[in-house]
């Protein structure tokens, strides 16, 4: 057996009991205070050199190599919990009412603590520094990575890592690699429209704020289909839309918000362009008025290629040619991740761990009130993310 899965079966049950201690208390964003204490302790615990704290309830660990100076790499993990309330029966279900780790955070802070601890006994076998950052609020705009970049703490970072589970009936623990777009970006679209409500006897003498967003609806589907490139994804959903008052009244006022989710910084661009100029154009015909914001989100996380060629020749060499696969798509959710990448212009790379799921359970989405994992997962994760690090710092 590989030496590093060896380290991190042996310690897989301390791994385990820490997940499940960070299950059964989840806290929302920016309010895990009970989870950012248990890091710090598990993180005095294995020795690390340095606890950082970037602001809010996020923490960092630093581990030094005793073998000289070198490359700082940076390991980021989640930790935050979702509004969510459990439907998974488990026995170490949250016994926070109506909050979840549906989205896998808990595996990864603990598989992350499993690399704290390798990382310590192993320090006189490397140069160079590896900072563990435990990133607060993912789930909740605008998220925690903007603040740990904007405190200056990963300033001297010179590549950066991240590894999120998935549900998965495929074969368990493996990893997923991709060059290029990994995950869209997600930007918030917001559009309110001022009519003139009338009576719906005599529409001439009104102006349908109605019938104008139900066009605008419409026209933003032609985005995808005639203004930006084919093979590019942009998804718009309008997920809220409200007017009007009664049957009889022609609505005088109608508000629609949504998200727009593109893989590349092009087509997020035009996108934004079109929306504007649809409604515009739509205001022009309707006589109406119509106020439009685009409020930017989360970037797309674009995986380095030089690292992920790097990684792969890693784990072909350690964990074995089985230990990961190439992923032929994109996934469609969106990381905050991505400013670690983009902020501070350094190389990252987002790998994916098929986690499976509980026993005699159904794979559930992420999200889902019924989501859970096969815990066997999280050694190939501690595995691999020890492995990925080690590789960067021989570079």
């Not at 005793?66 to 940076?74: E, F, L, T, V």
């Not at 109406?288 to 060629?309: F, R």
Request: contains cysteine.
């Amino acid at each position: 057996m590989d030496t590093i899965l060896a380290k991190a079966e042996t310690l897989f049950e301390e791994i385990v009991e820490i997940r499940r201690e960070i299950h059964r208390h989840p806290e929302l964003g920016q309010e895990e205070t009970r989870t950012s204490a248990l890091i710090k302790e598990q993180l005095l615990k294995y020795g690390v050199d340095e606890i950082l704290a970037p602001g809010g309830t996020s923490v960092i660990g630093v581990v030094k190599g005793r073998r000289g100076a070198g490359s700082c790499i940076g390991i980021r993990c989640d930790m935050d919990a979702l509004p969510v309330l459990e439907a998974t029966g488990l026995p170490f279900s949250s016994e926070n009412n109506g909050v979840m780790h549906a989205c896998g955070h808990d595996l990864h802070t603990a598989m992350m603590l499993g690399n704290a601890k390798i990382l310590c006994d192993m320090r006189d076998e490397f140069a160079g520094t590896v900072k563990l950052i435990f990133e607060a609020s993912e789930e909740k705009q605008p998220g925690g990575a903007r603040a740990i970049i904007d405190s200056g703490t990963v300033n001297d970072v010179d590549v950066f890592l991240a590894m999120h589970v998935l549900p998965s009936e495929d074969a368990l623990g493996k990893i997923g690699l991709k060059k290029g777009s990994v995950t869209t970006s997600a930007d918030e679209v917001y559009i309110t429209i001022y009519g003139k409500s009338g009576h719906g006897s005599q529409p001439q003498e009104a102006k349908d704020a109605i019938l104008a967003a139900s066009q605008i609806n419409i026209l933003l589907q032609q985005i995808q289909a005639r203004n930006v490139n084919p093979l590019d994804t942009c998804i718009f959903s309008i997920n809220s839309f409200h007017g009007g008052v009664a049957t009889n009244i022609i609505a005088g006022e109608c508000k629609m918000a949504g998200a727009m989710r593109a893989y590349t910084e092009e087509t997020r661009r035009i996108a934004a362009e079109k929306i504007y100029d649809i409604c515009a154009g739509v205001e022009k015909v309707s006589g109406c008025t119509i106020d439009a914001k685009v409020i930017k989100g989360y970037d797309a996380c674009i995986n380095d290629d030089k690292i992920v060629d790097l990684l792969t020749a890693a784990f072909e060499g350690t964990l074995g040619p089985e230990s990961y696969y190439i992923m032929m798509e994109p996934l469609g959710f969106s990381e905050d991740y991505s400013f670690f990448g983009t902020i501070t212009e350094k190389p990252s790379v987002l790998m994916f761990l098929n986690a499976g799921h509980a026993l005699g359970m159904e794979v559930s989405t992420l999200h889902s009130p019924d989501c859970t994992f096969d815990e066997d997962a999280m050694k190939n994760g501690v595995a691999a993310m020890t492995h990925s690090v080690l590789a960067l710092l021989k570079k």
